[in-house]
């Protein structure tokens, strides 16, 4: 579950509440601003920190929050020590959730017991991906596929992400052969950063169009996190220079939608996105 859709379904319990996606850069002044922004609806030009948490320690008097801190890798104890200090003004039952791939992270933020999403089962897998690859609920229609496509999920490992980016490659061709092709790729075997992920974008990039790729390491240079539009990104792609035949740009609209959107705020597409820059 992500940490929008708790705090959509738990807002009704707490009298104020706030998401901050935090991701690589554990920026406390950034941090803070974006939680009284949430908490107040007025932007803060403050940079002092002190003052930041006095003005934000205020608001939560005696109220019940919800704050959720999504995507977190400091593992600095002392950086969670500060940034926690004004949540102590809030009303018993206040509850900050945390997001992190880290079990580090964890154990300092809290003393709780975490909870660890699970890896999909191959049901749950198989069904993932008839859904992307051929839109379907299941491989009824396409035998001759349903045994290729366990092999494939085995190196997912079980990964959502990873299961819908190779769900989208493969059906761009559907037939057994294209679909041994990318089964039996070395891109597999490729180092993974820390990341089980890797292998399954990396294949994805390497099937792109040639014109795609130039798009997609321009996609480095965009803050991680930043929320843009199909319009907005095809548009710093022309203003670039890439080639927008009226073809192409439609096209690009659509691959813009449906892929940029889903996988750039995951911090495995950012790395990726810049390794290919350096390419």
């Known amino acids: 579950m992500t940490g929008s859709s708790v705090t ?23 941090i803070t601003k974006t939680i009284l922004l949430s908490v ?12 930041l948490q006095v003005k934000l320690k205020e ?43 880290s079990s580090k992270v964890s154990s300092i933020m809290t003393n709780a017991a975490d ?29 001759d596929l349903k045994e290729i496509s366990l092999e494939i999920l085995k190196k997912c490992g079980g990964l959502p992400l990873a299961t819908k980016t190779i769900g989208g490659l493969l059906r761009t061709n ?16 490729l180092p993974q950063h820390g990341s089980d992920i890797i292998p399954a974008l990396w294949l994805s990039y390497y099937y792109l169009p040639s014109q795609l790729k130039q798009c997609f390491a321009y996609c480095s240079l965009v803050p991680k996190d930043y929320e843009f539009g199909e319009e907005e990104i095809v548009q710093l792609w022309m203003a670039e220079g890439f080639p927008m035949e009226q073809t192409l740009k439609g096209k690009l609209k ?9 996988w750039y705020q995951d911090h495995s597409f950012k790395h990726l996105a810049r390794m290919n820059l350096c390419l």
């Open 59 to 101: 608001k939560l008097w005696g109220k019940k929050f919800l704050l959720v801190l999504d995507d977190v890798w400091n593992d600095n104890y002392n950086h969670w020590l500060a940034l926690r200090s004004p949540f102590d003004a809030g009303e018993p039952g206040s509850k900050i959730i945390v997001t992190t791939r």
């Open 174 to 189: 559907v037939n057994y052969d294209a679909w041994k092709v990318i089964l039996e790729s070395d891109i597999w075997n």
């Open 115 to 143: 909870y660890s999403l699970q890896c999909l089962s191959e049901e749950d897998s198989l069904r993932m991906l008839a859904h992307n690859a051929l839109e379907r609920e299941d491989f009824t229609g396409h035998p």
């Open 254 to 262: 659509i691959w813009a939608a449906s892929v940029l959107k889903n």
């Open 8 to 30: 959509n379904k738990k807002k009704h319990e707490f009298s104020t509440g706030s998401r901050v996606c935090v991701s690589d850069e554990f920026d406390i002044i950034r």
């Open 40 to 51: 107040t609806s007025e932007t803060c030009d403050m940079n002092n920190l002190n003052l």
